[in-house]
């Protein structure tokens, strides 16, 4: 074999990327002055795109297959000069292999606690734990907007700034959801559906990645609201106070009764009238709070209101008056205003009656005294 065969034999090269890890999203691929030779086999795995930089411009992508990179199948040859010794010719390239893949298991977090108003305890802080997914849908985009010339980029380089843009999508999709504290449990499916859909609708366009799917594991109260909440629920499960008390009164005066047994005579008693002066502090006590509910239940009761009795309109001298309940009508008769031949009407009624017409009116008339008889001389 001659030495320009010997030489040509060795530019025929393979550049691939075998990954190892799973936490790689960005490589590129090492060259001597980054030559590659004319010729050369690029192989792309499924889940990987293969992209070119020629003189910091982006050439070609290339997506899963083998290929021969020569001058009539790679566009950016046709544009390199030959080699002075009149073989096939190397080009200065960049190649960067995107895994576009789907990288799981992503943890986010609230570094700090979140103010928000709850309609139960108010202002709370809360805690959220979760995890989501992502994958890259435009390598030319990724690679530009976020790897940049590093040689290598993995998943921990882009966590703190994807970990940012979801705690601030979170924070808002709990602000706006207004739910309460005590209901975020049976709502992490929606709140979580929520924040992916915001978040697809800006990273793709911003970054070349997508959100996949977008988790909430937990959301935690600051421990003083727990035990709130845990001491609402024991409160709760209890049931009857007053069964509540008695166990209290009885547990203190077994306690009592093995001190005098182990021998202590006198630390028995006192702890018989320790037990005795419990029960009665806690008897006054519940006798206050039954006092108490009962003084407000009757301070809160209103009184009913007064039945209403029948109301009738009055036509005098021409004009609609009223309406008039019945001791109204009766002083109106008193004042002769309201005359057996004066109209009346009331609700229910199909139209305007003389007075002497409806009985409930006319019976006013015979509850008034007759005119005084004549003086007597």
Known sequence: MGFFDRIKSELIDIIEWLDNTQDTMVFRFERHDNEIKNGAKLIVRESQAAVFINEGKVADVFGPGTYTLATQNLP????????????????????????????????????????????????????????????????????????????????????????????????????????????????????????????????????????????????????????????????????DMNKYAQMQQADAMRDAANNQGGGGGMEGMMGMAMAQQMMNMQQQQMQNQNLNQNNQQFNNAAPPPPPMGPQYHVSINGQQQGPFDMATLKNLIAQNQLTKQTYVWKAGMQGWLQAEQVPEVMALFSMMPPPPPPPSF
């Open 76 to 239: 950016i040859l046709s544009t390199l000069k030959g080699w002075k010794y009149g073989f096939d010719s190397p080009f200065k390239a960049e190649v960067y292999f995107i895994a576009t893949k789907q990288f799981l298991d992503q943890k986010w977090g609230t570094p700090n606690p979140i103010m928000m108003r709850d309609p139960d305890f108010g202002m709370v802080r809360i805690r959220a734990f979760g995890n989501f997914s992502i994958k890259v849908s435009d390598p030319v985009k990724f690679l530009q907007e976020v790897v940049g010339t590093n040689k290598s980029f993995t998943t921990d380089e882009i966590n703190s700034q994807l970990k940012s843009l979801v705690i601030t999508r979170f924070t808002d999709a709990v602000g706006e959801s207004k739910i309460p504290v005590l209901d975020l449990a049976a709502s992490y499916n929606e709140l979580s559906n929520f924040c992916e859909a915001r978040l697809k609708e800006e990273f793709p366009s911003s970054y070349g990645i997508d959100i996949l799917k977008f988790l909430i594991n937990n959301i935690s109260l600051p421990p003083e609201v727990e035990k709130a909440i845990d001491k609402r629920s024991s409160m709760g499960a209890l049931g």
